[in-house]
């Protein structure tokens, strides 16, 4: 039986979505691997958002880092209780207002099939997932970890998407995303 899986993205056609400044600078990508967590809990994670004259709290910004809005982040804790969450504070200056937000350290799986595919800047063209490794998990959300990709892929399994869509958050879009079966199996002679 094949699960489903979707690729959780922010949805770019909503616009003056809020956009933190500076984040790269103090979030580092080791953290979204599980490494150097010391360092991410003695982070002071408050960041102005790029002026905007109607700025839209959106429940999912995917760049540079993924940060989860608080609703969307009390749902995911739903589904994955033991998931670390670490509180962002995204400042719009202008109107004196702080959005929480939360970072995500995510379950990794190295589940990016060989056959997807890369643009000449090494951009993910067409992603492809292993279907093998994506039935091994037991977490509903996981980040995509292999080190061709230069972007953030996370995925949520079916049920998951379900309770999503069930819900009326703003700004991200579900993808299902395309399963190889078998890859990973050796072949007999």
């Known amino acids: 039986m094949r699960h489903n899986w979707f690729q959780i993205i922010q949805d770019t056609r909503v616009t003056g979505a809020i956009e933190p400044v500076g984040v790269k600078s103090i979030i580092q990508p080791e953290w979204m691997r599980g490494e150097q967590l010391n360092e991410l809990e003695q982070s002071n994670l408050q960041f102005t958002i790029r002026p905007n004259r109607r700025p839209v709290a959106v429940d999912l910004i995917e760049r540079p880092y993924p940060l989860w809005s608080d609703e969307l982040k009390r749902l995911l804790h739903t589904f994955a209780p033991r998931l670390m969450f670490r509180l962002v504070g995204l400042m719009d200056m202008e109107r004196q207002q702080l959005h929480p937000y939360w970072f995500m350290v995510p379950p990794r799986l190295n589940a990016l099939s060989r056959s997807s595919t890369f643009d000449n800047s090494g951009k993910l063209n067409v992603l492809q997932v292993d279907a093998d490794q994506l039935r091994s998990t037991s977490w509903p959300i996981i980040y995509?970890?292999?080190?061709?990709?230069?972007?953030?892929?996370m995925l949520v399994n079916?049920?998951?998407a379900e309770a999503i869509l069930r819900r009326e958050f703003t700004g991200l879009r579900l993808q299902r995303v395309n399963q190889v079966e078998g890859e990973n199996r050796l072949l007999s002679l």
């Open 158 to 160: 079916l049920a998951l």
């Open 144 to 153: 995509v970890a292999d080190e061709r990709l230069q972007e953030t892929v």
